[in-house]
């Protein structure tokens, strides 16, 4: 569970971008909110939905995901040393968010590269393929391939 959870926290500070259908890009913007839909097809499937509240960047910030009906799921801070994950009234604490991500992952993410995304640049990933297609409309997704277990995201971002 905890896995899965950091797993989305990170993707969705990756894959956000909150432009909405009406409103102006901004390249400079640092919070984003909205819904997620992830799912990891590895040895052990796992599907969730959350919706986050995302703020900072890949060297500094903070997430958290919520339940549909708002109950806090996880909290994470991050800087450039260090990061902590809370969750149901624990926290645990690592060197690095790439340390928190690979931990509860089990996977490394290409964090640099999902704030890219988040400020509308499809900055390439290995074994990652972007979709920013849908910005205007505030939706992101991006899709892990080639590798033993595929990943699907999908954004949808509050305007």
Do not use: Y
């Not at 599907?47 to 900072?56: N, P, R, S, Y």
């Not at 995901?65 to 149901?88: E, F, K, V």
């Not at 990933?125 to 391939?145: C, H, K, P, Y």
Request: net charge neutral; glycine share 6%; with cysteine.
């Amino acid at each position: 569970m905890h896995r899965l959870l950091l797993f989305a926290i990170i993707l969705i500070a990756g894959c956000a971008h909150n432009t909405g259908v009406n409103s102006t890009f901004n390249p400079q913007k640092t919070s984003w909110e909205g819904r997620l839909s992830l799912r990891v097809n590895s040895a052990q499937r796992q599907v969730l939905h959350a919706h986050f509240d995302l703020q900072g960047s890949p060297q500094m910030g903070t997430l958290r995901l919520a339940t549909p009906l708002g109950t806090t799921l996880a909290d994470m801070q991050w800087s450039a040393n260090a990061a902590t994950l809370q969750t149901g009234g624990k926290t645990q604490h690592f060197d690095s968010l790439p340390a928190l991500v690979r931990h509860v992952t089990g996977t490394d993410l290409p964090i640099t590269n999902l704030f890219a995304w988040l400020q509308g640049i499809a900055l390439p990933a290995a074994n990652w393929q972007v979709d920013l297609t849908e910005m205007a409309s505030g939706r992101i997704s991006a899709q892990r391939i080639a590798t033993d277990s595929p990943a699907d995201l999908k954004i949808i971002l509050d305007p």
